[in-house]
């Protein structure tokens, strides 16, 4: 456990970490290190532990390692690895495991049993959901699996043993292309209505588009490339989409903003110097308030995506050239990004609803009234 530092660097180094272990031979082995908090020396101390048992006594021979240190030892990892938003929550998985009553961070993670991980999964389906705890029970079998091959837990996962809860799944909702083109409408301003319109002509995920960058918009081409790291190694993987005519011009047009500042797609921070601007990270309630302000049931930007794909499906295009759209890695799983599109599939483009078209409907519209 830390200790307060009472050397001469005790003021810029208040605490004290300190890791004693001993080896197959009886020999103590000790480490100290100096830090500025306690926070910082317990999480020294977790990670320092684990990699002097690897050093010095075959961890994966003597599996010895708390739950704390497995934890920290994958959250690092897991940083590194995943996006912000998957590390997130695996570190909420890790947090509610340890605030279960009968779990203790100290205890040798070769204790943990499937009993006490039932309890504990069973009481987060009550409180927060099925789906919550499935999410869990998810995350915290693959850092055991992780475990295994880096830090010698016993090989008989305990996150196996216990079975996944009954979930409510929600419909998705998908807005039918009046309730879109009504959104489309209620934006006011021209970047929201080119993130709508790019989300409808690419399939783009939200994420993607907020880090599009002017870098990955090829004009002479006719194309936009789209990256990711959503698949089970965190890999970033690209893909170039076809650029359709009227995204090409809204994009040419928007350039003109936001074409010296590296993102397509920059929050002003209601501020009107282009140096405080900064690329999007959630826009939680941008879709949901737009919805309200045009009159129409309430869809995300998934539900766009959801959209493209049924347009295309409508429109009777070839099943593989919808998986090469959409970028995912095959037919019946669509978990995985592919690396390139052929050129043949910019014909798909022409399935898509044009802003032409939108005119000429709300035209027709207008003089049947």
């Known amino acids: 456990m830390p200790y307060q530092n009472f050397n001469k660097s005790k003021d810029k180094f208040p605490w004290l970490g300190q890791v004693v272990i001993t080896n197959p031979e009886g020999k103590k082995v000790q480490r100290r290190k100096q830090c500025r908090t306690k926070k910082e020396a317990l999480l020294w101390e977790a990670e320092e532990r684990v990699r002097l048992r690897a050093e010095v006594i075959q961890i994966e021979k003597t599996p010895m390692v708390s739950l704390l240190e497995w934890a920290t030892a994958y959250l690092k990892y897991a940083e590194e690895k995943f996006v912000k938003s998957t590390f997130e929550e695996k570190r909420y998985a890790f947090k509610l495991l340890f605030q279960h009553p009968g779990v203790d961070p100290l205890q ?3 204790e943990l049993t499937p ?14 959901s099925g789906n919550g705890a499935n999410k ?5 079998r693959a850092a055991w699996q992780w475990g295994i091959f880096y830090i010698g837990l016993p090989k008989d996962n305990p996150f196996h043993s216990v079975q996944r809860f009954a979930e409510v799944r929600n419909e998705r909702a998908v807005p039918t292309m009046d309730d879109f083109w009504k959104v489309f409408n209620a934006a006011e301003d021209g970047q929201d209505r080119l993130m709508l319109f790019s989300l409808l002509h690419t399939g783009a995920r939200r994420d993607e588009l907020f880090r599009l960058r002017w870098k990955d918009v090829d004009f002479n081409e006719k194309r936009i490339r ?7 190694i965190g890999e970033w993987k690209s893909a170039w989409l076809p ?3 009227d995204l090409e011009g809204m994009l040419k047009e928007h350039q003109k903003i936001t074409g010296l500042l590296r993102f397509v797609f920059l929050n002003k921070n209601e501020s009107d110097d282009p140096q405080q ?3 999007y990270l959630y826009r939680q309630h941008w879709l949901k308030k737009l919805c309200t302000k045009a009159g129409v049931k309430q869809f995300g930007f998934h539900g766009v995506r959801h959209l493209f794909a049924s347009i295309l499906a409508a429109n009777n295009r ?18 995985r990004y592919i690396h390139t599109l052929e ?11 044009s802003l032409e078209n939108r005119e000429m409907k709300k035209e027709n519209a207008l003089k049947a009234h």
Do not use: F
Not at 136 to 140: C, H, T, V, W
Not at 226 to 232: C, F, G, P, S
């Open 277 to 279: 601007w900064t690329p």
């Open 115 to 128: 009993k006490s991980i039932l309890d504990h999964l069973q009481n987060q389906s009550k409180i927060r």
């Open 226 to 232: 789209l990256y990711t790291r959503k698949n089970e």
């Open 318 to 335: 070839p099943l593989v050239e919808i998986q090469q759209m959409l970028r995912h890695g095959s037919i019946t799983t669509t978990a």
């Open 108 to 110: 040798p993670a070769a």
């Open 343 to 353: 050129s043949g599939n910019r014909d798909v483009l022409s399935v898509l609803p």
């Open 136 to 140: 869990d029970r998810k995350n915290l």
């Open 243 to 245: 650029l359709s005519n």
